[in-house]
């Protein structure tokens, strides 16, 4: 099939598809800056599996309409769990988050397994329903981004304050509890936002992957945002366009959320080769020392309230 990106995107279910996902690139961008320098990869993982009994108490429940309340419901739990247990670190917090990440995910594997036809509903909570979402999902996927945006810049200078320093931060008065749950909720207010799409397993590469991209890319803090946000953009583009070919050209059935990942995947490879070339160029490991050097210097961030609000 020879059809463009013009034609294929102009197609009503692939034009919902890549507006929920540029969505989800945009937020994943801005929450996932507070991720990678909080080092909260696990802690997303199990917030991510977590969500999935919720979604599935939700859909038993109420069907597609409460999909979503039980998916909120059990990500606040959960991040209100994970944040604890990750500040409890002298007691094996890794451990904790583990057994209580596979505990959740198993006990949304029983209770999905006693609906009939389950196998094709653990599919779509697993690996998301992206070509079937609705205008109402968008929406919903909109508004639940937007408000993990919001709930993040809130507190934006003090969750660098204690990504940086975190033994100054504590010293200064400032309230790491309050800091680390808003980080917590935010996160688990993304995972909402992304599950429905890409399911439990996909949305967890949106989270992290692109910010590792952009930190291998650049080390400029202002351009961190924008690489994690056009990293996503450029594999959802060439994912869906890829999966359109395939499916509707080759006869094949591809999932187009595990494409979207897969490029996104191949574009952290691409980053990741970058990086070693780099430092193979003279001079150029001199420049990063200089900006090394450069970022030590820097003033601390200013204008953050106690108690971890931004002034």
Known sequence: MDAGLIEIFSLPFMGR????????????????????????????????????????????????????????????????????????GRVGSDAAIAVVL??????????????????????????????????????????????????????????????????????????????????????????????QALGVLMVLAILTVPMAAARLLTGRLGLLVPIAILVPLIAGVAGLWLSFVWSVGAGATVSPGATVVLVLVALYALAVGWRLLRGRVPGTRAKRASDAADRADAPAPVGVTAGGDAA
Do not use: N
């Open 17 to 88: 598809a890549l507006a929920t996902l540029a969505v989800l690139a945009v937020a994943a961008g801005v929450v996932g800056i507070g991720i990678s320098f909080r080092e909260l990869e696990f802690v997303s993982d199990g917030l991510v599996h977590a969500v999935f009994p919720g979604l599935v108490v939700g859909a038993a429940i109420g069907g597609s309409d409460f999909v979503l309340p039980g998916a909120i419901i059990a990500a606040l739990i959960a991040a209100v769990l994970f944040t604890l247990l990750e500040r409890a």
């Open 102 to 195: 596979t505990g959740l995910f198993s006990l949304g594997v029983v209770l999905v397994s006693r609906q009939q036809g389950y196998v094709s509903q653990l599919e779509d909570l697993l690996f998301g329903r992206l070509l079937t979402v609705t205008a109402a999902q968008l929406w919903q996927v909109t508004v639940v981004a937007v408000l993990a945006v919001i709930v993040l810049a809130i507190g934006w200078r003090a969750q660098l304050f204690r990504a940086f320093d975190p033994e100054g931060f504590r010293a200064a008065g400032f309230r790491p509890l309050v800091t680390d749950l808003t980080l917590s909720v935010a996160v688990a207010l993304l995972v909402v936002a992304g599950v």
